[in-house]
T-cell receptor, first 114, second 112 residues
């Protein structure tokens, strides 16, 4: 089973709202990722967690705040977003972070910021 | 900087024909390569991978070829079906970590 689940599937929020995206995997993977994907573009890496610790932050604005409560869960807290943050947000996981392990993606959350 | 790119933005093939999607990469340290398929409204789906110690790997109806001399990767899909219509991304990583560098993506359109 290589399933990564994400909720919600769609999210519409105003610029003053606070919302959270959720990701879950039960493959025993120790690395989890957040990506942002704009239409007709490849995914762009935002954050990497390895063993529940933040390993990489790709200079993401602080209005995006990741959290890894345990090895199976990954959240992305959103606050004071801008319309240009509208995109597909993808979660992925892999066995580990340091060994060129295959990343498996979830279905994504389609975010619209009004 | 280093980049992974695709030669063609779109590819249209007749149903039943074979498809070949090409990808060039520039990082000579890349040692692991993946092809992902992304259907409209969905996340990228792993198709097949290959490590740099191999030059060919076959899956079900798909074959990946790696030419390290010219830094070229290709995905071959046999007997292309309508369900193969999607955007295909190549991605590579260099072994120091699992950070992926994606190509630009190519749209495969299958004509009935």
């Amino acid at each position: 089973d290589t399933e990564v689940t994400q909720t919600p599937k769609h999210l519409v929020m105003g610029m003053t709202n606070k919302k959270s995206l959720k990701c879950e995997q039960h493959m025993g993977h120790r690395a989890m990722y957040w990506y942002k994907q704009k239409a007709k573009k490849p995914p762009e890496l935002m954050f990497v967690y390895s063993y529940e610790k933040l390993s990489i932050n790709e200079s993401v604005p602080s209005r995006f705040s990741p959290e890894c409560p345990n090895s199976s869960l990954l959240n992305l807290h959103l606050h004071a977003l801008q319309p240009e943050d509208s995109a597909l947000y993808l979660c992925a996981s892999s066995q580990g972070w340091g060994d060129s392990d295959t990343q498996y993606f979830g279905p994504g959350t389609r975010l619209t910021v009004l | 900087g280093e980049s992974v790119g695709l030669h063609l933005p779109t590819l249209s093939v007749q149903e039943g024909d074979n498809s070949i999607i090409n990808c060039a990469y520039s990082n000579s340290a890349s040692d692991y390569f993946i092809w992902y398929k992304q259907e409209s409204g969905k996340g990228p789906q792993f198709i097949i991978d290959i490590r740099s110690n191999m030059d060919k790997r076959q899956g079900q109806r798909v074959t990946v070829l790696l030419n390290k001399t010219v830094k070229h990767l290709s995905l071959q899909i046999a007997a292309t079906q309508p369900g193969d219509s999607a955007v295909y991304f190549c991605a590579e990583t260099s072994g120091a970590n699992s950070k992926l560098t994606f190509g630009k993506g190519i749209t495969l359109s299958v004509r009935p």
